[in-house]
C-alpha cells in the first residue's frame, strides 16, 4: 500500500468515527458488560459449588439418621424378641434395661439428626435459589453482550441502548440475591 493510500483510508475512518461517535461508548459498554458477565458467572460457579458441598452433606446427615435408626430398629427387635422367652432371669432383665435405654437415646438422638437434616435442606434449598439467580443475570449479562455487539455491526443506537436495558436487567437479577431469604 501506498503512502497517499493509507492516508486516505485514515481519513475514511476518521469520518466514519465522526458520523458514529457512539460506536466508541457502544465498545466501552461492551467491555463492561464483558466484565460483568465474568462476575456474575464466577459468582455462580461458586454457589453451585456451595450447592452440591450442601447436597452431600444433607445426604450425609440422612444417612446417619437410617443408621441410626437402623441400630434402634434391631435393638427393639431383639427386645421384643427377648421379652417373649419363657423364664425370665435377672441377667435377662439387666439385658433388658440396656436395650431400653440405648433404644432410648437412638430415639433423641435421631430427632436431633433429623433437625440437622432439615436444616441442610432448608440451607441448599436457599443456595439452589442463588444459583438459579445467579445463572438468569448472566444470560441477561450475555443477551446484552450479543445485543450491544450489533450496534457494532449496524450503527443503530437502538441496539446499544437496548443492550443497556438487558445489562440492567441482569445486574438487578444476579444481584437480587442480596435480598433473598
Known amino acids: ?3 497517499g493510500h493509507e492516508y486516505h483510508e485514515l481519513q475514511e475512518q476518521a469520518e466514519h468515527g465522526r458520523a458514529h461517535q457512539f460506536l466508541a461508548p457502544a465498545s466501552i459498554t461492551m467491555a ?3 466484565v460483568l458477565v465474568a462476575t456474575v458467572s464466577l459468582l455462580g460457579h461458586r454457589a453451585h459449588t456451595e450447592e452440591v458441598l450442601l447436597q452431600n452433606k444433607s445426604t450425609d446427615q440422612w444417612a446417619y439418621y437410617q443408621a441410626k435408626n437402623l441400630r434402634r430398629n434391631n435393638l427393639e ?5 427377648m421379652s417373649v422367652m ?3 432371669n435377672e441377667k435377662a432383665e439387666t439385658v433388658h434395661q440396656h436395650f431400653e435405654q440405648n433404644i432410648e437415646r437412638y430415639r433423641d438422638e435421631q430427632k436431633e439428626i433429623e433437625k440437622e437434616a432439615h436444616a441442610l435442606e432448608a ?14 443475570g448472566e444470560v441477561f449479562l450475555e443477551v446484552a453482550l ?3 455487539s450489533i450496534t457494532l455491526l449496524t450503527g443503530r443506537k ?6 443497556i436495558v438487558f445489562t440492567l436487567v441482569g445486574v438487578a437479577t444476579a444481584a437480587s440475591v442480596l435480598v433473598m431469604r
Open 146 to 148: 450479543v445485543i450491544t
Open 1 to 3: 500500500m501506498s503512502a
Open 123 to 136: 440451607e441448599l434449598q436457599h443456595e439452589t435459589r442463588r444459583a438459579d439467580r445467579f445463572d438468569l
Open 32 to 34: 463492561i458488560i464483558a
Open 77 to 81: 427387635a431383639l427386645d421384643e424378641l
Open 158 to 163: 437502538l441496539y446499544w441502548r437496548l443492550g
Open 86 to 88: 419363657e423364664g425370665k
